[in-house]
């Protein structure tokens, strides 16, 4: 009876070990076959990531430049017969939080290529990253050489801030007769001080004067006081001010230089172009002039065209540089896919570096040897509120 009573428990044992081990198998299976189910979904999508700074002190340029993003996804959302996925992550205007976007972009969800950032410090951060990843990163806006400089992974829409330090320069000695200029700069920015280094390189070769910077004055990123700058600036007398910098901070500036009684022109960059900078400062910037990237009065392509129609529609507003030049890096990027005929990022990189004669919404884009594209400038000024068109400008 024993014998027989042990010999029952000894089946029920073994029979739930069985059920229990059934069990473990079956979920396993589950997992397989969910896998196989995500790559397969997976296989039918391509990811292209966008880090830009959607909060913090670009913020504005980053929504602007997203939305351009967006609307060129809807315009054209597939290639190579799969869905177009956009991850977008915000880098908070931070360095080290665009350099970890860019990591969990390639880490995490294994995109084949990447758009940003506006803001050259943000999209520099970056650089090591892609280049190590080895997947392209393709720049809306970031204008200082070194985003670029020996990196065979990242490339731009944008022209360079040598070629917008000149033409800003230009305008100065030949538009507005000045002979003495100062600057004013964000040391924080590799925008600013890149783009302030220029200008005073190609100034002071126009006048053949190497005093015709009266005075250098810089600030830091979240500065509310300028005083000081403003008062070393004043006593200095100059013709112009160059001060390039975040379009929060210039406008607090420019308000600030006139409650001084300085009433020279003050001339910036492409930064400028931001719906902020006459909201801060309000009457203050009127007669402000900056170079940008596109303007909506001088459409330049038939692409600008549509792109134009296209944003009105949507966002019932008129365009922006940032939001064409998001326009473009996501295009250009969909044509080096169609044309590498893979969705490999070695393969896609190789495709974008070949670009040439691509109709864009900002132009004609052509990337040089170091994957700079080779674009005109805009010039506007702030007139009663709004940024005016004054020329465009080609490069030499």
């Known amino acids: 009876m024993k014998r027989r009573l042990g010999l029952l428990l000894l089946v029920l044992v073994l029979a739930v070990a069985?059920?229990?081990?059934?069990?473990?198998?079956?979920?396993?299976?589950?997992?397989?076959?969910?896998?196989?189910?995500?790559?397969?979904?997976?296989?039918?999508?391509?990811?292209?990531?966008?880090?830009?700074?959607m909060t913090g002190a670009n913020a504005a340029g980053g929504e602007m430049t997203v939305e351009g993003i967006e609307l060129a996804h809807e315009t054209r959302g597939e290639v190579l017969g799969k869905k177009v996925e956009l991850v977008i992550v915000d880098n908070k205007s931070d360095k080290v939080e665009s350099a970890n976007a860019a990591s969990r972009l390639i880490e995490k969800d294994e995109v084949v290529?990447?758009?940003?950032?506006?803001?050259?410090?943000?999209?520099?951060?970056?650089?090591?990253?892609?280049?190590?990843?080895?997947?392209?990163?393709?720049?809306?806006?970031?204008?200082?050489?070194?985003?670029?400089?020996?990196?065979?992974?990242?490339?731009?829409?944008?022209?360079?801030?040598?070629?917008?330090?000149?033409?800003?320069?230009?305008?100065?000695?030949?538009?507005?007769?000045?002979?003495?200029?100062?600057?004013?700069?964000?040391?924080?920015?590799?925008?600013s001080v890149g783009l302030s280094k220029y200008f005073v390189d190609a100034f002071k070769e126009l006048t053949g004067d190497e005093d015709s910077i009266v005075e250098i004055s810089s600030y830091n990123t979240g500065d509310q006081d300028f005083t000081s700058q403003l008062t070393n600036v004043k006593g200095k007398d100059p013709d112009v001010i160059f001060a390039p910098g975040n379009y929060g901070e210039s406008a607090l500036l420019i308000k600030q230089a006139r409650d001084l009684g300085i009433e020279v022109?003050?001339?910036?960059?492409?930064?400028?172009?931001?719906?902020?900078?006459?909201?801060?400062?309000?009457?203050?910037?009127?007669?402000?002039?900056?170079?940008?990237?596109?303007?909506?009065?001088?459409?330049?392509?038939d692409v600008s065209e549509v792109f134009l129609e296209q944003y009105k529609e949507k966002f019932d507003k008129e365009a922006n540089a940032f939001a064409a030049l998001g326009y473009d890096a996501y295009m250009v990027i969909l044509d080096a896919i169609e044309r590498a005929n893979s969705t490999d990022p070695k393969d896609i990189r190789d495709k974008i570096a070949e670009t040439a004669d691509f109709m864009g919404a900002t132009g004609i884009i052509t990337l040089d040897e170091n994957g700079d594209a080779v674009k005109s400038a805009v010039i506007k000024k702030v007139v009663d509120g709004e940024f005016e068109y004054l020329t465009t400008v080609e490069p030499n």
């Not at 069990?23 to 995500?38: C, F, H, V």
């Not at 902020?276 to 402000?288: H, K, Q, S």
């Open 18 to 53: 069985s059920l229990v081990g059934c069990g473990e198998a079956t979920e396993t299976d589950q997992a397989d076959d969910a896998g196989e189910t995500e790559e397969s979904a997976s296989d039918d999508v391509i990811k292209i990531g966008v880090f830009e700074p």
């Open 113 to 191: 290529a990447i758009i940003g950032s506006y803001g050259s410090s943000l999209a520099m951060a970056a650089g090591d990253i892609v280049k190590r990843g080895e997947v392209p990163a393709v720049g809306c806006s970031p204008t200082n050489p070194l985003v670029t400089l020996d990196n065979d992974y990242y490339f731009r829409v944008c022209f360079i801030d040598p070629f917008q330090g000149t033409v800003m320069a230009n305008y100065a000695f030949n538009e507005l007769g000045a002979k003495k200029a100062a600057i004013i700069q964000d040391v924080t920015q590799d925008y």
């Open 265 to 301: 022109p003050i001339l910036g960059g492409d930064t400028w172009e931001a719906p902020e900078l006459v909201e801060i400062g309000g009457e203050a910037v009127e007669g402000t002039v900056f170079s940008t990237h596109f303007t909506a009065e001088a459409p330049v392509t």
